[in-house]
């Protein structure tokens, strides 16, 4: 009846190649490339990230323990209540 989605036009003098995802290997030099590289990128760009991370952390931290301590009751307020039940 007409072409569909796929075969709607024919482009001459390209050659597509492809691998199966099965041939593939997943963690071909992971191990013995990866891991060191990602030491060498850590070293060169650590100083620009970290103390921006640091200082982040930092604050959120000293934040969020004001804000458990604020949500605290203080006995103080309620001493001069009577217990209904008595």
Not at 39 to 56: I, S
Not at 58 to 69: D, L, Q, R, T, Y
């Amino acid at each position: 009846m007409g072409k569909h989605f796929g075969e709607l036009a024919f482009v001459r003098g390209i050659i597509y190649y492809s691998l199966s995802p099965h041939e593939q290997k997943p963690f071909a030099g992971a191990f013995k490339d990866g891991i060191p590289n990602m030491f060498a990128r850590f070293r060169q760009t650590g100083w620009t990230w970290l103390p921006v991370f640091l200082t982040g952390f930092g604050i959120f931290s000293c934040v969020e323990a004001a804000h458990k301590e604020r949500q605290k009751k203080n006995p103080n307020d309620y001493i001069n209540e009577v217990d209904p039940n008595a």
